[in-house]
Structures are given as structure tokens and as C-alpha cells.
Nanobody, 122 residues
Framework: QVQLVESGGGLVQAGDSLRLSCAAS????????MGWFRQAPGKEREFVAA????????YYADSVKGRFTISRDNAQNTVYLQMNSLKPEDTAVYYC???????????????WGQGTQVTVSS
């Protein structure tokens, strides 16, 4: 498995941008597809975005499509989530996760970070 550490969360205003980073340990980062999930207070964790091992394929939840961009740098063992036009409903703890294969199912992601808080004020 791979160890993951998120960073970049914070408190921003609606309409602002924020970039999350997730640093992975180990030499096998490029063998994992990566994903971002989020969990708002009182709600279940939900899928946000995923990126394939090479970065050539991405997939987004409809709620963030056009506003968020997932990317990765395999040389730096890091995956990013660029979040633009943030809304109060984007407030959540954001988690990065790693999986073998490809897909957005939370159950298939075997490694998880500890999460980073994003708060968007109106």
C-alpha cells in the first residue's frame, strides 16, 4: 500500500480558488489510480474526482465538473485537486485515495489519507 498525506485546505470565500495536494510515499505511485473524495458534516463520503495512473484519463462528479481539475505529477509522487469557483456546499473534509485498476467506487480504494478541511464561507 501507499501512504498518503493531504495538504492545502483552509478557509476561503465563495468564488475563491484553492489547490489541494496529496503526497504519496513509496516508489510505486505511478502504478495507482488516484482519487479525491469529500465528506461534509452529517453526510456520507462522496466521490469528487479520479485520475488514471498516467494522468491521461480523468473523471469527475457532476457537482464539480467544470470547476475542479485533478492532476498528478508522477515524478513528485503527488496528486492535486485545483478547485475554482468554490461554493459553500463544497465545504467538507477532502481525502485523497489510491487504488489499483480504474473506477470511482469508494470501496475499491485501498489507501487513504487523513483528510484536509476545506471551508467555504458565503
Amino acid at each position: 500500500q501507499v501512504q498518503l498525506v493531504e495538504s492545502g485546505g483552509g478557509l476561503v470565500q465563495a468564488g475563491d480558488s484553492l489547490r489541494l495536494s496529496c503526497a504519496a510515499s513509496g516508489r510505486t505511485f505511478s502504478t495507482y489510480a488516484m482519487g479525491w473524495f469529500r465528506q461534509a458534516p452529517g453526510k456520507e463520503r462522496e466521490f469528487v474526482a479520479a485520475i488514471s495512473r498516467s494522468g491521461g484519463s480523468t473523471y469527475y462528479a457532476d457537482s464539480v465538473k467544470g470547476r475542479f481539475t485533478i492532476s498528478r505529477d508522477n515524478a513528485q509522487n503527488t496528486v492535486y485537486l485545483q478547485m475554482n469557483s468554490l461554493k459553500p456546499e463544497d465545504t467538507a473534509v477532502y481525502y485523497c485515495a489510491a487504488r489499483t485498476g480504474w473506477g470511482a467506487s469508494e470501496a475499491d480504494f485501498g489507501s487513504w489519507g487523513q483528510g484536509t478541511q476545506v471551508t467555504v464561507s458565503s
